[in-house]
C-alpha cells in the first residue's frame, strides 16, 4: 500500500514537471530576434536619422513647451515629475519627458557614461529649433525581459536648456533599433517653444 501511494506521487510529481517544462519549452520569440544571432547596433545619436512621412503627434505639457511623439504613443500614469507616454507595439517602447531646474548645465543632468551598461555609446551636441540639445544613444546589455527571453534595449537620452537654469528631457528605451532611430528623430521634431 505505501509503495503504490510513493509511486502515485511520484508519477503526479513527474506529470507536474512535465506540464511545466512543456508551457516554457519554447517561448514565442519577435522575429526580429533571432536566438543566437548578435544584436544590432544602437542607433547614432548624430545626424539626425533621415526619417521620411513620420506624422508626429504633438502634446502640450502644463510647463509650457510642445514637443513631440512617435505615431501610436499614448500618455501612461507616470509615478514622478514627468510625462510618460508608451506605444502598445512590441515591448511597449516608451518615451518620457520632464523639467529640471538648476545650474549644472547641459553635461551636468546627462546620464554619466558606464561603458559596460552602455554598449555602442555615442553622443552630440545638435542644434534643434535654436536650442542646443545633447543626445545620447546606446545599448543597454538584458535591459528587456519577455517571453522567458532576455534582450537588449535600445536607449535614448536628450536635454536642452530651454531657458536660464531651467532643462527639458526627454529619454526613452525600445527592444529594436529602428525604434531607437524613430525616437532620435522624435527629439529633432520637438517644438520647443514657451507659449
Not at 507536474?16 to 533571432?34: T, Y
Request: aromatic residues 12%; charged residues 20%; hydrophobic residues 40%.
Amino acid at each position: 500500500m505505501l509503495h503504490a501511494r510513493r509511486t502515485i506521487a511520484r508519477g503526479l510529481l513527474l506529470l507536474a514537471v512535465a506540464s511545466l517544462a512543456a508551457c516554457r519549452a519554447k517561448p514565442v520569440v519577435a522575429p526580429a530576434h533571432v536566438a543566437g544571432a548578435p544584436p544590432v547596433p544602437a542607433a547614432h545619436a548624430c545626424p539626425a536619422p533621415k526619417l521620411r512621412r513620420v506624422k508626429w503627434v504633438l502634446a502640450d505639457d502644463s510647463a509650457g513647451f510642445i514637443f513631440a511623439l512617435p505615431p501610436g504613443y499614448q500618455e501612461q500614469r507616470s509615478f514622478g515629475p514627468f510625462r510618460h507616454f508608451e506605444s502598445p507595439q512590441g515591448y511597449r517602447p516608451y518615451m518620457s519627458f520632464g523639467i529640471v531646474r538648476g545650474n549644472l548645465g547641459l553635461s551636468g543632468y546627462r546620464p554619466v557614461y558606464q561603458p559596460e551598461l552602455m554598449l555602442d555609446y555615442t553622443s552630440c551636441v545638435d542644434t534643434v529649433n535654436g536650442y542646443r540639445v545633447s543626445i545620447q544613444a546606446w545599448r543597454t546589455p538584458n535591459g528587456v525581459f519577455r517571453n522567458f527571453q532576455r534582450y537588449d534595449r535600445y536607449d535614448v537620452f536628450a536635454i536642452w536648456e530651454v531657458s536660464p537654469g531651467v532643462y527639458a528631457y526627454q529619454n526613452g528605451g525600445t527592444d529594436d533599433q529602428p525604434t531607437q532611430s524613430v525616437m532620435l528623430g522624435a527629439v529633432r521634431a520637438w517644438k520647443v517653444q514657451k507659449r
